[in-house]
């Protein structure tokens, strides 16, 4: 039995058209991280995106999809994902903010997202982010052909787990290349061994979304701002990684 659908499966030369989009999406977040600081608001960092791609010749796959207004998402503190960007959001001393950005090259997609902690901020905060980022690593590392998807979410829950913290619900990666989410989904729970096999030209968007508190989000008034019910802070972090035939490459790295 067949227990989730598979991927689909690129060719090296249609991994290497995706590799250009990806670093694409790589120099939006360095520009962006970069402008982090005190006192910035998310809306100018929307900026910095729409410069880069502009800058490239790329365009965005966030900006109108299902009407969205922007092309990243910028999403502070007990935001998890979605966050409009906005002349009223003022980063502060203290803060953390999770950047999400994609890009589209010759019709093929990028996306990717990390957690930036805003001046200075307090350990706890700082190590939910390095354990959602470890959280990625651990999920890269199995991303090699033969492995299952359970085994990519378990990879993640399992190192948010022994840290603490919860992976949010109702929240997944998703496979990527001529759309931005393709199917299948790919949950951030799974058990090892199980769903549909990874197989060598896969590409796959994997996007740990960790929460301090407990794991249930609700969304906002605008209809598209995620937030953690309980109020606790949030972490998402998110590469688009090829299977091949050397293992996992990350396409979204400069
Ligand atoms: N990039 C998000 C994801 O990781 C989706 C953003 S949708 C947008 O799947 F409309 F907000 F751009
Ligand atoms: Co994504």
Same mark, same amino acid.
């Given at each position: ?37 005190? =006192? ?8 910095? !995106?729409?410069?880069?791609?502009? %800058? ?36 502060? %001393? ?5 950047? %999400? ?49 359970? %085994?990519? =979410? ?35 729970? !799974?058990? /090892? ?19 301090? =508190? ?16 309980? =109020? ?21 790295? /400069?």
């Amino acid at each position: 039995m067949r227990l989730t659908r598979s991927a689909a499966v690129r060719t090296p030369t249609e991994i290497a058209s995706m590799r250009l989009a990806g670093r694409v999406v790589a120099e939006m977040h360095e520009r962006i991280r970069a402008a982090i600081e005190p =006192g910035v608001t998310t809306a100018a960092l929307d900026r910095v !995106g729409r410069e880069v791609l502009r %800058d490239r010749g790329a365009s965005s796959n966030f900006l109108g999809y299902h009407g969205y207004p922007a092309v990243i998402c910028a999403s502070p503190n007990s935001m998890v994902v979605h966050g409009i960007p906005s002349d009223d959001v003022v980063l502060r %001393d203290g803060d953390i903010i999770s950047i %999400d950005c994609g890009a589209v090259v010759d019709g093929w997609h990028g996306d990717a997202a990390f957690t930036a902690p805003v001046g200075e901020v307090s350990p706890e905060r700082l190590l939910l982010i390095e354990v959602a980022e470890t959280s990625l690593d651990a999920a890269i590392a199995v991303m090699v052909a033969g492995n299952r998807l359970g %085994d990519i =979410g378990h990879a993640v829950e399992s190192t948010a787990v022994a840290a603490g913290f919860s992976v949010v619900e109702g929240y997944t990666g998703h496979a990527i290349g001529r759309a931005m989410h393709e199917s299948p989904n790919v949950p951030n729970v !799974g058990t /090892p061994g199980t769903g549909a096999k990874l197989r060598i030209g896969n590409v796959l968007a994997i996007e740990p979304m960790l929460v301090a =508190g407990q794991p249930g989000t609700d969304v906002l008034d605008d209809d598209w701002s995620v937030v953690s019910s309980d =109020g606790s802070w949030a972490a998402h972090v998110e590469h688009t990684v090829a299977i091949t035939d050397r293992g996992p490459e990350v396409l979204t790295l /400069p």
